[in-house]
């Protein structure tokens, strides 16, 4: 399962081996300065957006890779029926926003609400 930690400036999603050859990249790394909004989302299909244009759609299963949409792109890690942490990015990211399942995703949204008012308004 995908991660999610803090590394410096960056929010990074780090993905399994077998989320990076799905995936085609190693990590999603974006400037903290650029996350928008931090929301937690129970039902997993809402946090998708657009359609996929790279990685892996398993119906009921698995959303790996990248999606388009009329905002830009989204970058969406999910696996099973968990809530999904979901980040809006502002340029210069490469994401309009993530979508990622973690192991806590109350607690890691609070991590990144506090580190981010840290940081400055957005």
Do not use: N, S, Y
Request: glycine share 10%.
């Amino acid at each position: 399962m995908a991660g999610l930690l803090i590394d410096g400036d960056d929010l990074v999603v780090r993905l399994a081996w077998w989320e990076r050859i799905v995936a085609r990249r190693r990590e999603v790394r974006v400037p903290l300065d650029t996350v928008t909004e931090v929301d937690v989302q129970p039902d997993r299909w809402r946090a998708l957006r657009g359609v996929r244009i790279g990685g892996l759609a398993v119906p009921g299963a698995l959303c790996l890779g990248v999606w388009r949409h009329k905002d830009g792109r989204d970058f969406v890690a999910l696996r099973g029926h968990r809530a999904v942490l979901c980040v809006g990015l502002r340029p210069p990211a490469p994401f309009a926003g993530l979508a990622v399942e973690t192991d806590d995703p109350l607690r890691t949204a609070a991590e990144l609400r506090t580190v981010r008012g840290r940081a400055g308004p957005a």
